[in-house]
């Protein structure tokens, strides 16, 4: 299936400005409600409550050794923000989710600042909103799917 240059550009535009009107101040760990790294913030950002994780996947996504993401894994369970499961067709593969608290946490640690995340989209109308979460969701989707087939070196 053959992509237009205009609507890669389209997106290339798009994403930056959104990034730029709603990215929050970078802070320490020790500074926000969620003692969390970047790292760990970026985990959060990652998972859903809903469809599981293998960490496996997650790891090499994010381009990090099975140590450093079970080191991850352990601490972010501790603190209650995600689950772990073993998976039922594979007794050695970790599902994770995120938990109703993590989800909490990933908000307090995200990129972007809620109150301007929740302004920019009270802009919108409820018809407008939903297309756009809904497009935003399946650009996520897709970059999911990118992500399992072409895994960044």
Known sequence: MSVSNRDVAAVQRFYPQIYLACHTRHRRRRSNDA??????????????????????????H???????MSAAIKR???LGYITRETESRDRRALALRLSRQGARAMQ?????ETRRVAALLAGLSPEKR???VEGLGLLADAARALSRKEPRS
């Open 62 to 68: 994010l381009g990090v050794v099975a140590s450093t």
């Open 108 to 112: 307090t640690g995200s990129v972007l």
């Open 130 to 132: 939903a297309r756009a």
């Open 76 to 78: 972010l369970t501790e």
């Open 35 to 60: 003692p969390l790294t970047p790292q760990e913030s970026s985990i959060l950002a990652h998972l859903d409550e809903d469809a599981p994780m293998r960490a496996a996947d997650l790891a090499r």
